[in-house]
């Protein structure tokens, strides 16, 4: 199904507060609740909106630090992907893994209280992760953009 303005306009604003009651909703959409509740209900159903969360402050909770690592696997057999992938989902300190393309096979983002911690990750779970040839790691010095707000 394609996405109409009415849609994008529900989309956009979710994403920039995603508590906003079904009547506020409605009322900055200028639709009725009911139809706004089926919209969005019919948006979840069709999969444009996977769920809701909070975004936490890392900062605030002793995460300030992100790291970014470049792995290189030492092969591309699917068993050795997919070992790889199922590992990467059981550490908790990986927010998130992408597959690339270019140079490194994955790019990983670590946050840690800081470089002491990161270098504990690094030992209990990246250096152990299955298939690793070649690891790269950069602190990131500062975040200048950070969002979670897809364009519609």
């Given at each position: 199904?394609?996405?109409?303005?009415?849609?994008?306009?529900?989309?956009?604003?979710?994403?920039?507060?995603?508590?906003?009651?079904?009547?506020?909703?409605?009322?900055?959409?200028?639709?009725?609740?009911?139809?706004?509740?089926?919209?969005?209900?019919?948006?979840?159903?069709?999969?444009?909106?996977?769920?809701?969360?909070?975004?936490?402050?890392?900062?605030?909770?002793?995460?300030?630090?992100?790291?970014?690592?470049?792995?290189?696997?030492?092969?591309?057999?699917?068993?050795?992907?997919d070992a790889f992938e199922r590992a990467v989902t059981l550490v908790p300190d990986i927010l998130e893994c992408h597959l690339m393309a270019g140079t490194a096979d994955y790019l990983l983002k670590v946050v840690a209280e800081d470089t002491e911690d990161f270098?504990?990750?690094?030992?209990?779970?990246?250096?152990?992760?299955?298939?690793?040839?070649?690891?790269?790691?950069?602190?990131?010095?500062?975040?200048?953009?950070?969002?979670?707000?897809?364009?519609?």
């Amino acid at each position: 199904m394609r996405l109409d303005a009415i849609d994008k306009r529900l989309l956009a604003a979710l994403q920039k507060e995603g508590r906003i009651t079904n009547s506020e909703l409605a009322e900055r959409i200028n639709l009725s609740p009911s139809a706004c509740h089926r919209r969005v209900q019919r948006l979840e159903a069709e999969g444009y909106i996977s769920g809701f969360v909070a975004l936490l402050d890392a900062r605030k909770l002793g995460r300030p630090t992100t790291v970014f690592v470049e792995i290189t696997l030492a092969g591309q057999a699917d068993e050795l992907l997919d070992a790889f992938e199922r590992a990467v989902t059981l550490v908790p300190d990986i927010l998130e893994c992408h597959l690339m393309a270019g140079t490194a096979d994955y790019l990983l983002k670590v946050v840690a209280e800081d470089t002491e911690d990161f270098a504990r990750i690094h030992r209990q779970h990246l250096a152990r992760l299955p298939g690793v040839a070649q690891m790269h790691s950069s602190f990131a010095l500062r975040t200048v953009r950070q969002t979670t707000a897809i364009p519609v």
